[in-house]
């Protein structure tokens, strides 16, 4: 059947109830995005991750043959949306696996973490001096004797409160100027936002309106965009919100989004879902507060060089390709309406600087609420996300690394794996080598494993003695150890109730490990190429979404950071909101933020010989060389 | 008959041609508006001035009867535009004295002047470093030990040739600039633009553009608008155009077009007009150059304070009321786009900065060229337009002051006053007091006199005793003193040919004499008040539209300038377009430029008791105090 025909088909999706009209030949994954609904995609459409399953119920379909789906499954009519074209209407059921639950839970932690952080940030860092800041300027009305104009009236007015050299005024806020001073007879409420070395006027208003100025701190992550909304007359937080990333039908990280981009010349298309997804962050945010959007003068946005390159459709091809060279690593402040970010109109959009196509501003955003960069002895900073990056350093010198660790621990290509959302496994243990106890977000009946339960789970199927050393699954005569679909497993939850099992297969093991080793081998490259000794090491931040609680202690158990004293582990949460707000909050932190950036050296992990080398050391549970690992070793039975 | 019928008219004008339908009860001036065409009106269609005068030849109307129009007029259907209603599908003649000349000719001397001056400038003060420049920018590629970004990578590149500490890129330009930097393995023409304190990346392009760059200075006059085209790679002049300000039909002066704005809320269409004038100038010359307007990056622009408000559509209603404040005096440079300029869509739009509403940027711009804030002896700057702006300093003070001398020598409110214009009597000797000779511009039959015509007039009128030194005609038995229709009248060409006799009344001279005693008191009072003597002056300036040629000793003789030496009189044309192509050929001058208008003072004339004085006793030719003007009394003899 051509896809050239120009009917159309319905295509109805349950039991969400959408129904979408696309041509003839469209796939089901195509029909999925016009619908609006995210089906889970690593692949990005290329028919090899077999996560995109959807269950047809009625209609007539092409479908690739897969070796993904079992032949139960294709006997049920799961397809693999992907690989599927409409020939008829259709309609289609989504396994509730795909549903994308706002995982509220993750957002009050961070919340949490990012108070206290700030807290201490903003008592002994930086003092609060917002990026952008209203003021209430009063002046004296002209007289014969001072006819000055109205605009350097004001101009003179505010450089009585604030030490701003050099000065721009928006032309719109210029037209209106004559009228808004005479309205409250020359007291007025001056927006002022701080743009690369000159203040700029972005707005005036009568003298009444003083008091009210908002603004939001962005993450941009690859797989959560979380939002935070600011009083800047106060600095606190008085919002938070998140939403997945809903580029993710396009691809679960980004190369894969680039690639799809780039075949399909649809840049602008992934530029608005993600631009779309943070508007819907400060609209819901603005609703629930009763705040109008042309009272959110500022935006600051952290995330990967690929995030921020997507959000602004900067071009990240060359990301991708060697040598890696991202668009711009330092964005200069734009107005946040170019970029289609719907805030005040003149309102001023701050992208924190990156340092490279593989760090972005969000480890930046890192080192800076960790403040590790003002420190005197040597801190390491991990963020555990798609990649995992890692950074070295002190006061006097930061170099960083970007091990390919894969998205693992975000859940992703683990059969069982899901994000920190409600129904996840987020803390494991295995008592006695036998009972396994669990606890889900939500304290529902599981549904998946994340990030913090699947580091939980290699931990303790290790020390338990479950899996080996290389991780394999021991041949022992536990019935939970058995052959599925997917190959060697073993069940952690039975399934129940209708809900299916929960288990982790041989693979999903090889693959965290593969995610644990690669954080771990950049560890030790970056430490060897600066003569670092474990005792020169003061403290280890982690930091990424892995749900409300990580017990950091098991990741060193599985050997995936050093072995040091427990308090001398600290999990850190989202930085990158956290670096975000902070920059928000004080000129100086986002100064600060651009001298880090410029001055962290990018150590280039696939240029260096030694790093396959370490990495296959570190393949092992937790290292082969075990001296390495004390704590661990202690934990479990000598095998 | 009611303003409110809604039935429609049709309108022609001859001999033009056009047509135009307007509702029933629309006047004429409102229809010759819309049809586009120009009816000189200087009370802004009050029915005073008399001006808009056109002929009915056919159709319904209603006129208030008029004491300007004659008898024998009225009989003719002679109406005032603005005070005859169309009742009814019409057809009129629109007299030539109304016709629309580009005044080529003036421009074609600003031009000369205007290359003399700049050539001096460049020579002498400033060195050629342009507002907006080009810069051919070679980078190294990336490579795998050189990953810079694309944006830093270029910043880099441009920071080896030029020095600006602060930069800042559009974000267009970012979005592309990846794209761009690669299609010339990165060799790239970048357009640098200076910003008030930081420069901005506004163009960036293949390499092999690098020589193409133009820019346009601007004098918005309230009468005339005057453009020139720039080439930026090599600073020079590469064509000239004018055009008459649109504006003219909403009053001839600013104050009555700002009442009329007022009135009708009308600032968005007199911005228009006025926009439109300097685009079609703009489009003129880039079609003659065949040059792409993309590729005009920056525009420049001098004018009074007013102008500039209506060009950008500031608010201009409080230069009219006291105490007389500007919206802005200094305008920040802005993207021309935003105020409708046509040139590149992220070219920059620079207004020189005005003293105060009464002392505009085209002041500003005549010091500037003249030079006379670098002079260690004082100099006086007078600049006749439609007010008379004076300017008295040197290079440690400089004070100025506003005399409202009307627009006479610009040919307003003056029986057969014209613009500097083809057929206009430029220049104009009375031969052993009887006969008249005089040159008009293209040699052509007379039509009407312009400025320097009417200095002359007056000036001969005086030294062959054909006037008294109160400018009365006197009871002589001349047969070209006649009872006008006007009043008392010197026939100065008698009627010929079809043409009609040129003469100036008794009402004119006595609105030339009030001009120039508005100057001359001026002048005064701002030597009294810094207790300057005549020998301190070194030289005076005079500037204006006064046509090709202007015998400056006349000026002196007719009392309006100080009698000085002839050597120390210079005429220096348009100073306001010469000194806009002076900044934008220099950052240095544009600098220059707002510390010329931060440093003057204002003096308010309205608000000195010893004006009036100063120019009663200036009512007299030359003056009450003949020993002012021993250079007068010589060519007079003694009355």
């Given at each position: 059947m051509g896809d050239s025909e120009s009917t159309e088909c319905t295509v109805g999706f349950e039991p969400i109830g959408l129904k979408v009209k696309v041509p003839t030949g469209t796939t089901l994954l195509e029909a999925a995005h016009r619908a609006g609904i995210y089906l889970s995609s690593i692949c990005g459409g290329d028919g090899?991750?077999?996560?995109c399953k959807v269950i047809v119920n009625e209609g007539q379909f092409h479908s690739r043959p897969s070796p993904l789906l079992t032949t139960e499954e294709s006997r049920e009519n799961t397809v693999l949306a992907c690989q599927t074209k409409v020939l008829s209407d259709m309609t289609v059921t989504v396994p509730n696996f795909h549903s994308l639950e706002t995982s509220r839970v993750l957002m009050d932690i961070d919340a949490h973490i990012f108070s206290r952080l700030t807290g201490k940030t903003r008592e002994t860092l930086f003092e609060y001096s917002p990026l952008v800041q209203k003021l209430c300027v009063v002046m004296s009305p002209p007289t014969v004797v001072d006819h000055t104009a109205d605009h350097e009236r004001l101009y003179a007015a505010i450089r009585k409160q604030v030490d701003v050299p050099i000065m721009q005024t928006g032309f719109r806020v210029l037209q209106k100027l004559s009228k808004v001073l005479r309205e409250d007879n020359y007291k007025a409420a001056v927006t002022i936002g701080q743009r690369g070395g000159t203040a700029e006027v972005i707005e005036v208003e009568p003298g009444?309106?003083?008091k009210t100025n908002y603004a939001v701190a962005v993450?941009?992550?690859?797989?959560t965009v979380v939002a935070h909304l600011i009083d800047l007359t106060t600095g606190k937080t008085i919002d938070t919100e998140a939403t997945y990333?809903?580029?993710?039908?396009?691809?679960?990280?980004y190369i894969r989004r680039i690639i799809y981009a780039e075949q399909t010349n649809s840049f602008d298309q992934l530029q608005d879902r993600l631009v779309h997804d943070v508007n819907d962050l400060i609209m819901t945010m603005a609703v629930r507060q009763r705040?109008?959007?042309?009272?959110?003068?500022a935006a600051t946005c952290a995330g990967n060089t690929a995030m921020i390159h997507f959000l602004l459709n900067?071009?990240?091809?060359?990301?991708?390709?060697?040598?890696?060279?991202?668009?711009?690593a330092f964005v200069p402040p734009i107005r946040a309406a170019e970029a289609?970010?719907?805030?005040?109109?003149r309102g001023l959009l701050y992208c924190l600087p990156a340092v490279a196509a593989y760090i972005g501003s969000d480890i930046v955003a890192g080192v800076l609420t960790t403040g590790?960069?003002?420190?005197e002895k040597l801190s390491i900073f991990v963020d555990i996300g798609t990649n995992g990056e890692i950074v070295l350093g002190n006061k006097d010198w930061l170099i960083c690394a970007s091990s390919s660790a894969g998205p693992a621990f975000e859940g992703?290509?683990?059969?069982c794996g899901m994000r920190?959302?409600?129904?996840?496994?987020?803390s494991l243990n295995i008592i006695n080598g036998v009972e396994i106890q669990f606890k889900t977000i939500g304290g529902s009946h599981p549904i998946g494993i994340c990030g913090s339960g699947l580091l939980d789970t290699l931990s303790e199927l290790f020390v338990n003695a479950?899996?080996?050393?290389?991780g394999r699954l021991k041949?022992?005569?536990?019935?939970?150890?058995t052959e599925g679909k997917d190959g060697l497993q073993f069940q952690l939850v039975e399934p129940q109730n209708g809900h299916h099992e929960i288990a982790i297969t041989q693979a999903d093991i090889n693959n965290l490990i593969r995610s644990k080793a690669g954080v771990f081998a950049a560890i030790r490259i970056l430490m060897n190429s600066t003569q670092?000794?474990?005792?020169?090491?003061d403290t280890i931040y982690i930091a990424g979404?892995?749900?409300?609680?990580?017990?950091?202690q098991r990741a060193v158990t599985i050997g995936?950071?050093?072995?040091?004293?427990?308090?001398?582990?600290?999990?850190?949460?989202?930085t990158s909101i956290a670096g975000a707000k902070t920059s928000l909050c004080s000129q100086k932190a986002l100064e600060t933020a651009e001298r880090i950036a410029e001055s962290m050296t990018y150590f280039d992990l696939m240029g260096n010989p030694d790093y396959m080398d370490e990495f296959i050391k570190a393949k092992?549970?937790?290292?082969?060389?075990?001296s390495l690992f004390p704590s661990a070793i202690e934990l479990r039975p000598q095998a």
């Open positions: 090899y991750c077999g996560k009444r309106r003083c993450d941009v992550g690859t797989t990333n809903s580029q993710m039908n396009f691809g679960e990280d705040i109008d959007l042309q009272d959110i003068t900067l071009d990240p091809t060359r990301i991708r390709r060697e040598p890696y060279v991202a668009s711009a289609g970010i719907q805030i005040n109109k590790i960069y003002t420190k992703s290509g683990i059969k920190a959302g409600s129904g996840a496994i987020e479950i899996i080996d050393r290389t041949a022992a005569d536990d019935p939970r150890l670092t000794k474990l005792d020169d090491i979404g892995f749900g409300n609680f990580l017990n950091v995936m950071l050093l072995d040091v004293p427990p308090a001398r582990l600290q999990f850190v949460g989202n092992f549970l937790p290292h082969t060389d075990l």
